[in-house]
């Protein structure tokens, strides 16, 4: 029975693929939306009635600098970057340039679009590219989007047998007949103004990452860099990605085309500003957004002037050409500096499952530079809301803390410090118009006054001098298969300031402790033989002693270092997954711990 189903499915699968659009019904549904699309303009000016922005004369400032010269401006809240987004949008002259991984129908996601295509109808000419798992998969929005205005347009990175919503069928169908290329993501993030001004980081167009989701919100980074040398990269970057095969337009999709030509045997209204699920909220961010003072005084006077910056960005053909060494540009460049590092790495991720290559590196760093200290940042169970990837991250913690010599720290869900993370956090959860779901609330939430918070920042600092903010998440998805993007940045002053950041959600109050468990020595030698021959099975790894477990800090002592002989007397052990009191978020977790060894390239 269940071969046939999968048999069922590959046949599935070849009728789907066989149906490709002709160049004929993809140049008739182009005619259309030649016809169909607005060509009015709001602005008869020059500057296309661009709002006025200190960016643009940072840019100046940039251009007559002798040397490469960038200002660059850490984006810590979500909120915050959302806002000079706006603006940024708002102060465009000539044109805009988008990528993103994730593209939601809520409020922050439709309020960057209507601000789009605003600065189309100004004259501004805007260009988007998002992937398509998991971006605005209404074919009819999309339909709507290509006839929007003359100035905007969107294409979709690497459909599913060229469809803009993947139904469960065709989902199943692409796994089993061409699962290598439907793995393959487009993971970047950019936002270009004018070539001159880029926000690059981990945020995605969705609630979320911007503090606005009153159940679960990311702690993420971005970085904005104004420059020429910068400025350039980006543009090549997109440019690479616009024009690439796999970059699909609204017309050659099939589900979209379908809809355009009905469109024009039925009209469809032109787009209009949404309604808001939170109108107060959003008049409030467009007035900061107008407001150069605040603008100024938010961003501006907390820049950095810097020599050297780069962007880096994989090719998009990743990781269809093995031997072309731009399809893993970013994390070359990673390894490269993570091999060089000489007292310090911090590093923060959502994800810790760090690949094979990477292993060897650090494991080479340890045996060079023994006193090298590794701090990284990461989820919890509680706070990831990803646990099967959390599962694999648990399997190795031995390898990670006694062979890597990692000094891991564990994202609390409800961190003390969350009113400095997402200002307004106490009153966000009353915000919402249905209860949290089980399944995404971990307790204490007795204790807890605003949603839940999870880390979604990639972040690394190397001797202090060196920085890297972008979309990769250092594990063996953003190695092999998405294509990343991210600035690496060389200055002291804001590796300092990135340190500083990331090292605050590492404090007691926001982070538990992993570390060895405290054992008699012969019972410590038994678990340990009996756990790595557990560790070492890709299947079946079902030995629920692990090597290490999280700590927390008791009243009245100071933070430590797990290699402090007086670490054990200072925190006590609170279970693998404190905060957790989900007994099958438990059992899943043990699961994939047992089993999904051979996933990790997937997950």
């Keep these: 029975m269940r071969n046939g189903r999968l048999i069922l499915l590959a046949l599935a699968a070849l009728l789907l693929a066989g149906c490709a659009l002709s160049r004929e019904r993809v140049r008739r549904a182009d005619v259309v939306v030649e016809q169909l699309r607005d060509r009015t303009l709001s602005c008869d ?47 465009a002259r000539k044109s805009i340039e988008v990528q993103t991984f994730i593209f939601s129908p809520d409020d922050s996601g439709y309020l960057f679009l209507d601000e789009l295509i605003r600065a189309a109808r100004r004259g501004v000419r805007v260009r988007v590219i998002a992937d398509q798992l998991f971006s605005l998969g209404d074919y009819t929005l999309l339909a709507r989007l290509a006839r929007a205005h003359a100035n905007f347009e969107l294409r979709l990175y690497n459909p599913a047998f060229d469809e803009a919503a993947t139904q469960p069928l065709e989902f199943a169908a692409s796994i089993l007949c061409c699962f290598f290329q439907f793995n393959q993501r487009m993971h970047n993030k950019l936002l270009l103004v004018d070539g001159e001004t880029g926000v690059a980081g981990g945020r995605n167009y969705e609630d979320r990452y911007f503090d606005w989701d009153p159940v679960f919100d990311y702690r993420d980074r971005d970085v904005a860099v104004t420059g020429v040398h910068a400025g350039r990269q980006m543009q090549a970057s997109f440019e690479q990605f616009w024009s690439h095969k796999r970059t699909r337009t609204m017309t050659q999709l099939k589900d ?16 209009d500003t949404p309604s808001w699920q939170r109108p107060d909220r959003v008049a409030a961010i467009l007035r900061q957004a107008d407001d150069g003072n605040w603008i100024t005084g938010r961003f501006v006077s907390h820049g950095f002037r810097v020599a050297e910056v780069d962007y880096f960005s994989d090719s998009p053909n990743k990781p269809l050409e093995p031997e072309n060494r731009a399809d893993k540009e970013l994390t070359r460049h990673i390894v490269d500096l993570l091999e060089h590092a000489r007292h310090e790495i911090v590093l923060q991720t959502p994800y810790l499952v760090i690949s094979r290559p990477a292993r060897r590196v650090f494991r080479g760093l340890r045996e060079r530079v023994p006193d090298l200290r590794v701090i990284v940042s990461t989820n919890s169970l509680a706070a990831t809301d990803a646990f099967y990837v959390y599962a694999l991250s648990h399997k190795y913690k031995k390898r990670y803390i006694k062979h890597l010599g990692f000094e891991i720290h564990e994202f609390k869900p409800f961190p003390g410090d969350a009113a400095r993370m997402i200002p307004g956090y106490e009153t966000l959860a009353g915000s919402a118009d249905d209860p949290p779901q089980s399944d995404t609330t971990p307790v204490p939430v007795d204790k807890a006054t605003g949603p839940r918070v999870g880390l979604h920042a990639k972040s690394i600092v190397i001797d202090g001098r060196i920085s890297l903010i972008g979309s990769h998440n250092f594990d063996p998805r953003s190695d092999n298969y998405n294509t990343e993007s991210g600035f690496i940045i060389h200055d002291v002053a804001f590796a300092q300031a990135l340190r500083a950041s990331v090292l605050r959600d590492t404090e007691p109050q926001n982070a538990w402790v992993v570390a060895k468990r405290l054992r008699p020595l012969l019972v410590e030698r038994v678990n340990n033989a009996i756990h790595d021959f557990s560790t070492a099975l890709p299947l079946f790894d079902f030995w629920p002693f692990r090597y290490a477990t999280s700590f927390e800090l008791k009243p009245g002592c100071a933070p430590l270092r797990t290699n402090d002989p007086g670490f054990y007397d200072c925190y006590e052990a609170v279970g693998d997954f404190p905060g957790v009191d989900l007994p099958l978020k438990h059992i899943y977790t043990r699961i994939v711990t047992a089993f999904g060894a051979g996933l990790v390239g997937i997950l």
């Design 45 to 91: 000016r020059a500057d296309r009635c661009a709002a006025d922005s200190p960016y643009h004369e940072l840019y100046q400032e940039s251009v007559q600098a002798v040397g490469a010269h960038h200002f660059v401006t850490l984006l810590d809240h979500g909120a915050d970057s959302l806002a000079l987004r706006l603006h940024l949008v708002r102060s």
């Design 256 to 271: 979209v085309n379908r809809r355009v030509m009905q469109i024009e045997r039925e009209p469809a209204p032109p787009w």
